[in-house]
């Protein structure tokens, strides 16, 4: 199995771990403000299991994890904003927009700085 994942780009895993943790913690949100009962729970458990399965594509990535922290916030901010625009109709505003750029810089220098 882990031989099959060495050929997948390390983008690839960063954008499938994102997109499970931003999906996940929206089910998770609309499960606890817009449910009850046993509609609740199963959003709870769908949210867990994307959760679970952010969890483990992020460590499954083929890089140092110090190094993979770095895009991967970058890349979890771009897919954030993306999934609540999606799901909550939610427009990023102006310091979200500033300091996200700050934090998608930050990530590309943590990943791609190579110390002399």
Known sequence: MMKILLGVPTL?????????????????????????????????LAGALLLLGYGSALNLAPLDFGRVVGLYIATLFVVWQIINFIAFRSLPTLPIAVGGALVIAGGAIITFWKPA
Not at 18 to 43: F, K, M, Q
């Open 12 to 44: 690839v895993f960063l954008l499938v771990a994102t997109i499970l943790e931003v999906s996940g913690d929206a089910v998770v949100r609309v499960a606890i403000y817009n449910h009850a009962g046993p509609a609740r729970v199963a959003l709870l």
